[in-house]
């Protein structure tokens, strides 16, 4: 069964440095998304992807994270610099069908910035 | 605004005996409605949705959830707990007239079943 694959999964960082996580989505899937999950709490949505094209990026903290998708297929998320609220779970979905389509999520990174 | 309300934080059943979660939702239009399961340190599974038809939907490893209208509810539910679906659960709603919205989620459930 494909999956949504991401690494690293786990990432210990101390504030101040840069931290890159990386998507590969389902083959033949679109929509690809970043979430930002914070322990006890349920997933926020960071930015969209319809294949290269973000749709909505705008709960992404601009100053420091970035996201891009260049060639519609596999993605990066990017945080520079890492503060220590940044410590989450970062988690990449993809879809088939933007519109009715249930999500397929990876494993997920763990962030923990010290 | 989209919104998703869990309203228990934790559930405790008695593994075989049924068990519900519960999920209230708001949103402007009429809804497309997920369950999804996360296990410790991992992403979150999908379980069900409902999109349009039957109000009552069956997904995976037993789970059935209930779409009513009038109570802007959407209760995950089983009819004998196993011990492995120890997990948190979480609600997610769409908006339908949105095209392109994503789904937004609920603060989860932990769903704690007791031999």
């Known amino acids: 069964e494909a999956e949504v694959a991401q690494s690293p999964r786990y990432k210990i960082t101390e504030k101040s440095q840069a931290v890159a996580f990386w998507c590969d989505p389902i083959s033949g899937h679109a929509t690809l998304y970043w979430y930002r999950q914070i322990l006890g709490q349920g997933p926020e949505l960071l930015v969209q992807f319809q294949d290269e094209s973000v749709v909505d990026d705008s709960q992404l903290p601009k100053d420091r994270f970035s996201a891009e998708r260049l060639k519609g297929v596999d993605s990066t998320l990017k945080i520079q610099p890492a503060e220590l609220g940044d410590s989450a779970m970062y988690l990449c979905a993809s879809s088939r069908d933007i519109n009715t389509g249930e999500l397929f999520f990876g494993e997920g990174s763990r962030l923990t910035v010290l | 605004a989209q919104s998703v309300a869990q309203p228990e934080d934790q559930v405790n059943v008695a593994e075989g005996n049924p068990l519900t979660v519960k999920c209230t939702y708001s949103?402007?239009?009429?809804?497309?409605l997920f369950w999804y399961v996360q296990y410790p340190n991992r992403g979150l599974q999908f379980l069900l949705k409902y999109i349009t038809g039957d109000n009552l939907v069956k997904g995976s490893y037993g789970f059935e959830a209930e779409f009513n209208k009038s109570q802007t509810s959407f209760h995950l539910k089983k009819p004998s707990a196993l011990v492995s679906d120890s997990a948190l659960y979480f609600c997610?709603?769409?908006?339908?007239?949105?095209?392109?919205?994503?789904?937004?989620f609920g603060k989860g459930t932990k769903l704690s079943v007791k031999p």
């Open positions: 997610a709603v769409r908006d339908r007239r949105r095209s392109q919205g994503n789904l937004i």
């Open positions: 949103v402007s239009g009429n809804p497309y």
